[in-house]
């Protein structure tokens, strides 16, 4: 995958991951209205019943007309009740099924930022390094470090303590024929260790010129600088 595929496909699924929100942020949001309707009918109608016997008790138990509007209002308030709760029963639902999504569509999301800076940067560094060693500075290091590589399995073979990990005394490797008298399975574990210290000190040498840039290297910014944070909705 190029980088502008990745960029490309990261774009599409963070538009998708955007509307799939849109959606879950309106119907949580109609929802938390309904339930607040909800709330405020039962209220009122709790408080119309309360004032009604209220007065129905200063009255002597006489039902006035005022009596009767509360005892209305009441009975009215209260059978709004039951609808609300039909339409927040299904909306509940739909909310459910919306922050499923977008919980899905938030990991793709994520992994695909993560992807496409990997991408980009992997990008970035091939391209810079093929600049580099077409420089003649980029084909002395070359040379420096293929050099110092060459008497690297010298060393290994110097290493007393590597060679005691493999059955050998500190000597052995010092006489004549060594390597010839060894078995196949010794020498294909000495030449790793020696793969292995090469790629070391190709490290070391890249790793000592990062130290000196500190945090002063380029961060991605904008789209890619960080994952979307997430909603209230979605949690």
Do not use: N
Not at 57 to 73: I, M, S
Not at 137 to 162: C, T, Y
């Amino acid at each position: 995958m190029t980088t502008t595929t990745a960029l490309d496909r990261f774009t599409r699924l963070t538009d998708d991951y955007r509307k799939m929100r849109d959606q879950l942020s309106a119907a949580s949001e109609e929802l938390d209205r309904l339930k607040q309707q909800r709330a405020a009918t039962l209220q009122s109608s709790r408080d119309a019943g309360q004032r009604w016997r209220q007065l129905f008790k200063e009255a002597g138990g006489k039902p006035d007309k005022k009596v009767r509007e509360l005892q209305a209002e009441e009975h009215a308030l209260a059978g709004e009740v039951e609808p609300l709760d039909e339409l927040i029963g299904e909306l509940t639902q739909r909310v459910d099924e919306l922050r499923h999504w977008a919980g899905q569509m938030r990991g793709q999301h994520v992994a695909s930022l993560y992807r496409t800076r990997r991408e980009m940067a992997a990008a970035r560094l091939a391209t810079a390094m093929d600049a580099v060693f077409d420089k003649p500075e980029g084909q002395e290091l070359l040379e420096a470090l293929a050099q110092r590589g060459d008497s690297l399995q010298r060393e290994v073979l110097e290493d007393s303590k590597f060679l005691a990990s493999l059955g050998f005394d500190g000597h052995e490797s010092k006489a004549p024929g060594f390597m010839g008298r060894i078995t196949g399975d010794d020498r294909r574990k000495i030449a790793a260790e020696v793969e292995k210290r090469k790629r070391g000190l190709v490290a070391d040498v890249v790793m000592k010129q990062l130290e000196g840039l500190g945090d002063e290297h380029p961060r991605f910014d904008d789209a890619l600088a960080a994952p979307l944070p997430p909603l209230a909705c979605e949690q």
